[in-house]
C-alpha cells in the first residue's frame, strides 16, 4: 500500500481522501436516497418523456424529474435560463459542500460527454422551422461542457476555480476522478473537487439507438439474455484532500482514493478489443498504482453497460484478474450516465465501503456462460467491503479504472 | 517542474508545416477568407478554412471517415513527433501521453447527424457519423494511429482550453514514468458555428478581424491543429503554466487576467502574445496588460489566422516559441494606430529575448497564461 511519506523511484507520494461527496441521479437526490434505493434494489429506469422515442428501438432511460430538480426555489431569471445539467451540479456540489464549508478547492476537475446538448438542438430545431430564436443566445451561452462547472462553482462556492473538464467519452468521470487523485496525490495540490454530470439528450440517445447499442427491453448487465443498455442521467461530485491535512483540520474522511489506471485500446472507435486487454490493462495499472494485491479486492463496481461487447471483455478481464470477487453494475438501476457514471459510481462505492453492503445487478436471470463472474444478482446485501474497484470504459478504446479503500471511523 | 518543447506541429488556413507558416506571419500574409452558407435563410459568412493541399500527405485507413478535425490533429501531431524525433514503437507506447484540447469538437458531423433526426427522423440517424460526434474521436484516431495505449486524454472548453490541456500536461507529465506529452489543439469550422456565434453577436460577417478595437466588431472563425510534444529538457521551456481562472461577468474578466500577469510576470518579460480576437475579450487584456506589464511588446496573430477556439492557444504557444527561436514578431494587422499598447505593429525584431507570456482568454468564461522561457 502506498503510505504516506513512502516513495515511488525518488517520488513521495502523499495519500487522497475522500472529504465529501454529492450526488444526484435517477436513484435519487442526494447520498441518503441513493443508499436507500441500492439497498432496495430499486429500478429507477423509466419510459422517456424528454424527445419522441416513437421511431427509436429504445423507449426507457433513467431520468432525474423535472419537478424536483428545478422546482426549488430560486426563481431568478439566471436559474431559469441554466441548463439542467447545472442544476444537477449545482444540487450535487451543494451536497458536498455542506459537508466541509471549508474547503477551498484549487482546482476542479469534472467529466462530461455532450455538456448542454438539449439547448445545441433546440438551437437546430428553431433554425430548422425557421421559428423563434429569441433565445438563441441562452442556448448558446449555456450550451458549452465548461458551463455547468461555472455555474455550479458560482452558486455554491461563490469563488473563481480553474476548472478542467475531461470529456473522455463514457470514461470521463472515472478519468476526472483518477486525474484528480494524481493532482493530490503527487502533492502538486492539496485540494481538488472533482466528478462528472451528463443531461440525456435526443442527439445521444439516437446516436447509441442508431449503433443498436440500446436496449428495448431491461438493462440486463452479465446476463445471459442481454441486449444493450439503457441512458442515465445525473451528477455527481468528490471532494479530494491530502488526507494528512484533511486530518489535521478535523475534516471528515469517508474514504480514501489509493489507485487509478488508464489505458488505450486503440481497437475500434465504438467496440472494445474482445480479448478485454484494453480493461485488463486500466485494472491492472490501478491495482500497481495502489500497490496492492488483487485478493485486496472486496467489491467490483462494473462498468456493466449491457452491450453484449461490452461485458464480454469486462466480463474476461474481470476473471483473469480476481477470483470470485462480487460484481455488479448499478447501470442496471439508474442506466448509463455517460460522462457522470464513473463519478456516480464512484460514490455508489463509497457507500459500499462506508456502510458495508454490495450493490445489486437487477435484471439478472442467469449468468452469460462464457463468463465467470460472482454477479451480486437482483438484491443488495451485507458484507464486509474494505477495498471497492470501480471500472468506466468509452468509445475511442478509453479505459479507467480506480481503487477505493474504506477508512475507519 | 518546467517541460522543454520537443517538436511542434501546424495546419492553419495559411498553409501547414511551422516554418512555412511563421515565413508567411513574418512577410505580413492574411488567410483568405472564404464565404460559408447553409439552406436556413440567407445568412452567409465567412471563415478563414484550412486549403485543401495541407491535407493531401495524409492516408491512413482509420481517418477514413473520420471529420477534417481529425485529420488536421493527424497531421499536426505526426508532424510535431517527427520534429522531435520521436517514434512511437511498442517499447515506448506507454510512456507517451496524448491531451487534446477542443472547444466545439466534430461540429461538421454533429450537425449532419442531428439533421437527418431532424428532418426524416429517428430512424434515419447514422450509425457512422454517431461515433465521430463524440469529443474525444479525434484524440482516439490519432493514439490509434500512433500507437498510443497510455493516457489519452480530451479537454474541453473555449478559447483558453488549449493553455488548460498544457497545465494539464505538467501535471500529467509529474508522472516520471512518462517520456513525452503530446499535447494538440483542433477544431473545425461549420456553417452553424458561426451562426451560433454571430447570433451571440460575437462573430462579424466578413473580415478584417481588428484587434483591440473600441469598436469589437467581432471575430472570424477558423480551422485547423497545433500540436507540442512536451519532453523533459529543451531549448525552450514552459517555464510556468498558470492554473487560469473562470469569470462570471465579462467584467471579471480583466481582474483574474491581471492576476495571471501577476503570477507570470515575476521574472523580465520580453513580449506577449496575446489572444485578442475583436470581441469583448480584447478590452479585458489591454486593460490587464496595461495595468501590469505596460511595456511589454504585444503580438495578437488572430488578424491574420482566424479564431480557431481549441486549436488557438496551441497556436500562440507555437508563435511564442518561434518568435523565441528567430528573435523576431510577425506584424499585427488591422490594429488602430490610436490603440495605446505597444503593439508590433510591422515586422518586429526581438534578438535576445529570453522570456514571453502567452495569454489566452475565452468568450465562454475561461482565461488562462502561461510563460515560456528560452534557456
Excluded at chain 2, 50 to 57: K, W
Aim: hydrophobic fraction near 40%; charged fraction near 20%.
Amino acid at each position: 500500500m502506498a503510505q504516506l511519506g513512502s516513495t515511488t523511484g525518488e517520488k513521495t507520494l502523499e495519500r487522497v481522501a475522500v472529504v465529501a461527496a454529492g450526488v444526484v441521479s435517477p436513484l435519487g437526490f442526494g447520498l441518503a436516497e441513493t443508499l436507500d434505493s441500492l439497498r432496495r434494489a430499486k429500478d429507477c429506469v423509466t419510459a422517456v418523456t424528454r424527445f419522441s422515442v416513437a421511431e427509436c428501438r429504445c423507449k426507457t432511460a433513467g431520468q432525474i424529474p423535472d419537478d424536483r430538480l428545478l422546482g426549488g426555489p430560486d426563481k431568478r431569471l439566471r436559474a431559469k435560463r441554466l441548463h439542467r445539467a447545472s442544476h444537477m451540479m449545482i444540487q450535487a456540489l451543494r451536497e458536498a459542500v455542506m459537508q466541509v464549508p471549508q474547503f477551498e478547492p484549487e482546482l476542479t476537475i469534472i467529466g462530461t460527454t455532450s455538456g448542454g446538448m438539449s439547448y445545441g438542438e433546440q438551437y437546430y430545431r428553431s433554425l430548422c422551422r425557421s421559428g423563434n430564436l429569441r433565445h438563441a443566445p441562452t442556448w448558446i451561452a449555456n450550451y458549452p461542457a465548461q458551463k455547468p462547472v461555472i455555474d455550479a462553482q458560482e452558486e455554491v462556492l461563490s469563488v473563481s476555480v480553474p476548472c478542467q473538464v475531461i470529456a473522455n467519452a463514457c470514461a470521463s468521470g472515472t478519468n476526472a476522478i483518477g486525474h484528480a487523485f494524481e493532482c493530490v496525490r503527487s502533492g502538486r495540490y492539496q485540494r481538488v473537487l472533482t466528478g462528472g454530470y451528463d443531461a440525456l439528450s435526443e442527439l445521444v440517445f439516437t446516436g447509441f439507438d442508431s449503433l443498436q447499442a440500446s436496449t428495448p427491453e431491461k438493462c440486463r448487465p452479465f446476463d445471459r439474455h442481454r441486449a444493450g443498455m439503457v441512458l442515465g442521467e445525473g451528477a455527481a461530485i468528490l471532494a479530494l484532500e491530502n488526507l494528512e491535512l484533511a486530518r489535521k483540520r478535523g475534516a471528515p474522511v469517508l474514504a480514501e482514493i489509493v489507485g487509478y489506471g488508464i489505458s488505450t485500446d486503440n481497437f475500434h472507435i465504438t467496440q472494445p478489443d474482445p480479448s478485454g486487454v484494453g480493461p485488463r490493462q486500466a485494472m491492472e495499472r490501478a491495482l500497481k498504482s495502489a500497490e496492492i494485491s488483487a485478493g485486496e479486492v472486496d467489491y467490483i463496481n462494473a462498468h456493466g453497460t449491457a452491450t453484449v461487447f461490452n461485458d464480454a471483455a469486462e466480463g474476461k478481464a474481470i476473471s483473469q484478474l480476481f477470483n470470485g470477487v462480487p460484481v455488479s453494475s448499478t447501470k442496471s438501476m439508474m442506466g448509463h450516465s455517460l460522462g457522470a457514471a464513473g463519478a456516480i459510481e464512484a460514490v455508489i462505492s463509497l457507500l459500499a465501503l462506508r456502510h458495508q453492503f454490495l450493490p445489486p445487478n437487477i435484471n439478472f436471470d442467469a449468468l452469460d456462460d462464457r463468463l465467470d463472474l460472482n454477479v451480486v444478482a437482483n438484491e443488495s446485501r451485507p458484507a464486509v467491503v474494505r477495498m471497492a474497484l470501480s471500472n468506466s470504459f468509452g468509445f475511442g478504446g478509453t479505459n479507467a479504472s480506480i481503487l477505493i479503500r474504506r477508512v475507519e471511523a | 517542474m518546467s517541460l522543454a518543447i520537443a517538436g511542434m506541429g501546424w495546419v492553419t488556413p495559411l498553409g501547414n508545416c511551422v516554418d512555412p507558416v511563421w515565413k508567411r506571419l513574418l512577410r505580413g500574409d492574411e488567410a483568405s477568407a472564404t464565404p460559408i452558407s447553409e439552406q436556413f435563410g440567407d445568412r452567409s459568412y465567412s471563415a478563414f478554412r484550412v486549403p485543401e493541399s495541407a491535407l493531401t500527405s495524409l492516408a491512413h485507413p482509420r481517418l477514413r471517415r473520420a471529420s477534417v478535425i481529425s485529420r488536421f490533429a493527424a497531421t499536426a501531431g505526426l508532424e510535431a513527433l517527427q520534429a522531435a524525433g520521436v517514434k512511437v514503437d511498442s517499447q515506448n507506447a506507454g510512456r507517451i501521453a496524448l491531451i487534446f484540447a477542443i472547444s466545439n469538437g466534430g461540429v461538421i458531423y454533429t450537425r449532419r447527424f442531428y439533421r437527418d433526426v431532424v428532418e426524416t427522423g429517428a430512424q434515419s440517424a447514422s450509425p457512422l457519423l454517431f461515433p465521430e460526434t463524440v469529443f474525444n474521436a479525434p484524440a482516439s484516431h490519432l493514439a490509434a494511429i500512433l500507437g498510443v495505449t497510455g493516457t489519452t486524454y480530451t479537454v474541453v472548453g473555449d478559447g483558453a482550453v488549449g493553455l488548460l490541456a498544457i497545465k494539464m500536461a505538467e501535471d500529467v507529465m509529474a508522472d516520471m514514468s512518462l517520456d513525452y506529452c503530446m499535447v494538440v489543439g483542433t477544431e473545425e469550422v461549420d456553417w452553424l458555428l458561426c451562426d451560433a456565434y454571430r447570433r451571440w453577436r460575437l462573430l462579424r460577417s466578413a473580415p478584417p478581424i481588428e484587434p483591440f478595437g473600441k469598436q469589437k466588431r467581432g471575430m472570424i472563425l477558423s480551422e485547423g491543429a497545433g500540436a507540442i510534444v512536451l519532453a523533459r529538457e529543451g531549448p525552450i521551456t514552459i517555464e510556468r503554466a498558470h492554473p487560469g481562472g473562470c469569470y462570471g461577468k465579462r467584467g471579471e474578466a480583466e481582474e483574474i487576467l491581471k492576476g495571471i500577469l501577476r503570477d507570470l510576470s515575476q521574472v523580465e518579460i520580453d513580449f506577449v502574445i496575446s489572444s485578442a480576437n475583436g470581441t469583448f475579450i480584447d478590452q479585458a487584456e489591454q486593460g490587464a496588460l496595461e495595468q501590469v506589464i505596460p511595456d511589454a511588446i504585444t503580438y495578437a496573430a488572430k488578424p491574420a489566422l482566424g479564431e480557431s477556439v481549441g486549436a488557438s492557444g496551441l497556436w500562440q504557444v507555437i508563435l511564442g516559441a518561434q518568435a523565441l527561436s528567430y528573435g523576431e514578431l510577425p506584424p499585427v494587422l488591422h490594429a488602430d494606430p490610436a490603440i495605446s499598447l505597444r503593439l508590433a505593429r510591422s515586422r518586429v525584431a526581438v534578438a535576445g529575448a529570453r522570456q514571453t507570456i502567452i495569454l489566452s482568454s475565452g468568450v465562454n468564461q475561461q482565461v488562462a497564461g502561461l510563460r515560456l522561457a528560452l534557456r
